[in-house]
């Protein structure tokens, strides 16, 4: 069973920079995609970024582009979201997620972990 914990987020000021870990387990991942998901209060779970575990193809929504790296350690089995120059709107619980395919990386995921909150004061 895929188990995926998430850690490293916390309380910071705008421009400021977090890097969130995923620490996956259960299973090698070798053509598993990974992503990271947020959701904000009242709003809908949105997509991240994500990237494919083997040839680390990756894809950001345009909302992050720019300001946020995703990463993977193969050997750590770990996949990280570095954040730099947060913004308020930034603020939400952040979402490690995987699924067992390279294709339509933005969505489709069936393992997720219990988040981890991100607080982008101004």
């Known amino acids: 069973q895929v188990q995926l914990v998430e850690s490293g987020g916390g309380v910071v000021q705008a421009g400021d920079s977090l890097k969130l870990s995923c620490a996956a387990s259960?299973?090698?991942?070798?053509?598993?995609?990974m992503g990271w998901f947020r959701q904000a209060p009242g709003k809908e779970r949105e997509f991240v970024a994500a990237i494919t575990w083997t040839v680390g193809r990756t894809n950001y929504a345009d909302s992050v582009k720019g300001r946020f790296t995703i990463s993977r350690d193969n050997a750590k089995n770990t996949v990280y979201l570095q954040m730099n120059g947060l913004k308020p709107e930034d603020t939400a619980v952040y979402y490690c997620a995987a699924k067992s395919t390279y294709f339509e990386i933005r969505r489709g995921y069936n393992y997720w972990g219990q988040g981890t909150q991100v607080t982008v004061s101004s």
């Open positions: 259960g299973r090698t991942f070798g053509g598993y995609s």
